[in-house]
């Protein structure tokens, strides 16, 4: 079964502490689904600073149930208006 990962672009963060809140619980929120996080960083084309996350997960049945899940909806209120982001999932090649 191939594998699901979810590229997260931020567009523009406004309230670091809510990021900060926020990336202290979706870890947790997303580790039961067998999360595993592979890349971190900033976006290299065109000059854009968007900071970049792509998570692993063992298909895209169990990123779209993390993405639904009760913990990770709490992690999304923590971060609130704190960012502009967007979430696209995708399954693996292999």
């Not at 960083?41 to 049945?61: D, L, T, Y």
């Amino acid at each position: 079964m191939p594998k699901g990962y979810w590229v997260t672009c931020y567009r523009s963060i406004s309230d670091p502490q809510k990021l900060a809140a926020y990336a202290k619980l979706a870890p947790l929120a997303t580790a039961p689904f067998g999360c595993r996080y592979i890349a971190r960083g900033a976006a290299f084309e065109a000059g854009q600073k968007e900071r970049i996350v792509i998570s692993e997960f063992p298909s895209v049945e169990k990123a779209i149930a993390a993405y639904n899940s009760p913990a990770y909806k709490d992690a999304l209120k923590a971060l609130g208006d704190g960012a502009v982001r967007d979430i696209r999932i995708v399954e693996g090649l292999d």
